[in-house]
């Protein structure tokens, strides 16, 4: 029997005022207590359970999700339903392994339903080092399409689905503002914009204002998830006359088969462990082509 262990890929975004590395980060954390690693983000109690420096030069670890309301409930195939018994300081825990590699600043994450999602990721590091400025982990595109969209010299269209958000504000400085307000105006659920050339042969959209648009709403999509629904663009380039992007389904993603027993109910860290190190060795040549050269 086998289970699908999904694993996400992340370049890590330090502001430079932070003065720190992100593996400094995670060495300040990890000396800790482990009773003073907990930090409650969002209403979600996380804690870096463990994280090593070491193989392959890169930093392993868990972030757990400690769930305290929402509890579910104990039932055996007897039909006899029963509340668990817990502690008031104690919780279903949620694990999310990861792996850091410091000379690319590519962070691999479990995905778990249930788990650390990327924002509150992020965001608890934050906390932990008590910093002001904003720690960034933003999809990773894989090398293909990243290529089609730095080879568009001309965009043809820009399509783009937002959901409604409480706070809008996290769109502040994405260059769709305007649009975004829209939601509120209409009161909508959500906002489609679709942005299209006219029909004269040479025309096209702002090529790096759609860009950097898109990097936006891919950050904005990380932070929320769900909020942002669609993030397409086509265009052309000298040699190619048809180009296409869907960053969202061209996010860098490995699923690994790990073998479990049919009565395994709880994948062992070791054995995620080894899933992460193998979605690694998978990607690792596309990685270091890509990123490795921005920190040389």
């Known amino acids: 029997m086998s289970k699908t262990l999904n694993i996400d ?15 400094e980060v995670l060495q300040k954390v990890i000396t800790l207590p482990a009773e003073q690693r907990f930090k409650e983000v969002r209403l ?3 804690s870096v359970h463990e994280a090593n420096f070491g193989w392959q030069q890169t930093w392993e670890g868990e972030i757990v999700r400690i769930r305290m309301d929402n509890i579910p409930t104990k039932a055996d195939l007897a039909g006899k339903i029963e509340d668990f018994k817990l502690a008031d300081d104690e919780g279903i825990g949620e694990q999310s392994a990861f792996i850091y590699h410091p000379d690319t600043n590519i962070m691999l994450l479990q995905s778990n339903k249930h788990g650390v999602s990327p924002g509150n990721f992020a965001q608890y590091f934050e906390l932990m080092i008590g910093s002001n400025a904003s720690i960034y982990i933003d999809p990773v595109i894989q090398l293909d399409a990243l290529q089609r969209l730095e080879n568009m010299s001309k965009v043809k269209n820009f399509d783009i689905s937002i959901a409604a958000l409480e706070d809008m504000s996290i769109f502040d400085n994405s260059g769709l503002e305007e649009f975004a307000k829209l939601t509120t105006v209409y009161q909508a659920p959500s906002i489609n914009i679709e942005l ?4 004269k042969k040479n025309s096209s ?4 204002k759609v860009r950097n648009a898109a990097k936006s709403l891919l950050r904005i999509s990380n932070q929320n998830q769900n909020q942002v629904k669609k993030i397409r663009i086509s265009g052309s380039s000298d040699e190619d006359d048809s ?11 490995e699923s690994i088969q790990i073998n479990a027993s049919k009565n395994q109910r709880n994948i062992p860290y ?3 462990q080894k899933a992460l190190r193998n979605a690694w ?11 490795k050269k921005l920190t040389n």
């Open 205 to 208: 959209l702002p090529v790096e």
């Open 44 to 46: 979600h109690h996380l």
């Open 243 to 253: 180009l296409f992007v869907d960053l969202l389904k061209d996010r860098m993603r």
């Open 9 to 23: 890929f992340f370049k890590v975004v330090i502001p430079l005022d932070m003065n720190l590395t992100f593996g």
């Open 281 to 291: 060795q998978k990607r690792e040549s596309e990685i270091l082509k890509t990123y």
């Open 270 to 272: 070791i054995e995620r």
């Open 196 to 199: 299209k050339v006219s029909r």
